[in-house]
Nanobody, 119 residues
């Protein structure tokens, strides 16, 4: 069973930066795609960005400020967030499509990490 563990959230002032991490735990796996989502209080969960082997896309609200990268050796994906705004405040979730010998390609979710941006 693959688990995604997130870290890196916290409180930051507007204009600051944070980097979220999402690490997959399994002896042998391949991460196919990585997506980061966020959910603010009273709002639906929304896609922040998506990284595949050949492309990446971002919500208009974060383009030019956020970037997704991954380190295959560390089985970790990152969401670098710069120029943060109060409206970026939300719980951030990573989602990954991961291939393992036991389960094939399956979608997994992280537990979520709180990001709070103060004005």
């Amino acid at each position: 069973q693959v688990q995604l563990v997130e870290s890196g959230g916290g409180l930051v002032q507007a204009g600051g930066s944070l980097r979220l991490s999402c690490t997959a735990s399994a002896p042998w796996l391949r991460i196919n795609t990585v997506g980061w989502y966020r959910q603010a209080p009273g709002k639906q969960r929304e896609l922040v960005g998506l990284l595949t082997d050949i492309s990446q896309k971002y919500a208009d609200s974060v383009k030019g400020r956020f970037a997704i990268t991954r380190d295959a050796a560390k089985k970790t994906a990152y969401l670098q967030m710069n120029e943060l705004k109060p409206e970026d405040t939300a719980v951030y979730y990573c989602n990954a499509n991961i291939w393992t010998p036991a389960e094939g390609s399956t979608d997994y979710w992280g537990q979520g990490t709180q990001v709070t941006v103060s004005s």
